[in-house]
């Protein structure tokens, strides 16, 4: 009976062991939006995002009449201060002398994505600077930044907002802004300044101080553009807080006084006179604040999950 040749058998089974399949390569975005397409939190998230930005940007052209308009005014009395439903005005009136309430919910959604908006690139602006210094240079400079976090984060942030906007002699739509930017630095700062630490031991950063590479290029070509993925995902969050926050401020009182220019948060805190006997004008806007927050969350979480190497299923 003939033996079969042990050596080759050998040799071919290190030949297929040591064979890789050849395939395209996966960026780490592009894995994520793969995983994000089947994701369902994602995609409501998402669909509320995109349909909020939309009515946001066409909100003046299609409100059915100008926000800033008395065209209620006949029906304001005494005993009724503020407009119920007529034919042209199906939400009523928003007891500011008869200002068609569906009109400056459509035309607030702008103002409200404006908010969001620029106070998340304001905070993600002054995090990005703290906590690039941090996590580049270590040392003193991280302790002493490291320092002026904590103390920020040892502040409620409602408290701090709220206190910051107070200091203006008149509140408005930027002090607002500028107030929740404020408070939004820290948390950007903590979480870049982690990243870029992680990132100074990695092999790259090594391979590049081998090879010669300066201290500049290491930090702007190297370690940023990779820190900065944990960065993007916390900022759709923070745009949720953000609304929030700036319709607390305006609860509180210290929002916008310029009604001319109405905004969800401003219109809660203006509801305040008349929601014992009128709740519709509170409920409304706190709905769109609480729909709007909500898909950012959604989209906000999902994203997170699918670019953390912990999370994934």
């Not at 929030?244 to 948060?265: C, M, N, Q």
Request: proline letters at 6%; glycine letters at 10%.
């Amino acid at each position: 009976m003939t033996q079969p040749n042990t050596s080759v058998l050998i040799d071919q089974a290190v030949d297929e062991a040591g064979a890789v399949d050849e395939g395209k390569g996966e960026s780490l975005w592009m894995g994520a939006w793969r995983r994000l397409r089947t994701n369902v939190a994602f995609l409501i998230g998402l669909t509320i995002v995109v349909a909020f930005v939309i009515l946001a940007v066409i909100s003046p052209w299609i409100a059915p009449h100008d926000p800033t308009a008395y065209l209620m005014r006949d029906s304001v009395t005494a005993s009724t201060p503020v407009p119920g439903p007529e034919p042209g005005h199906p939400l009523g009136g928003d007891g500011q002398l008869g200002r068609d309430l569906l009109s400056r919910l459509i035309v607030g959604s702008q103002q409200t994505l404006m908010v969001g908006v620029l106070a998340t690139l304001g905070g993600l602006v002054g995090g990005l600077v703290l906590g690039t210094l941090a996590g580049a240079f270590g040392g003193w400079v991280d302790a002493v930044v490291m320092r002026i976090v904590d103390v920020m984060l040892s502040i409620p942030s409602l408290l701090m907002a709220f206190s910051i906007a107070a200091l203006f002699s008149e509140p408005t739509l930027e002090t607002v802004i500028v107030a929740i930017a404020i408070v939004q630095v820290p948390i950007f700062a903590r979480l870049l300044r982690g990243s870029m630490l992680a990132q100074r031991e990695s092999d790259h950063i090594l391979a590049a101080r081998s090879a010669g590479v300066k201290f500049g290029p290491i930090v702007f070509r190297h370690m940023l553009p990779n820190a900065l993925g944990p960065v993007i995902v916390q900022s759709t969050l923070v745009v949720a807080t953000a609304i929030i926050d700036a319709a607390a401020l305006s609860f509180l009182g210290v929002g916008s006084a310029d009604t001319r220019k109405p905004e969800w948060g401003q219109m809660l805190g203006e509801a305040q006179r008349h929601i014992d006997s009128y709740p519709h004008l509170a409920i409304y806007p706190a709905l769109c604040i609480i729909v709007v927050a909500l898909g950012f969350t959604l989209m906000g979480e999902a994203l997170r999950e699918a670019l953390d190497p912990k999370s994934r299923r």
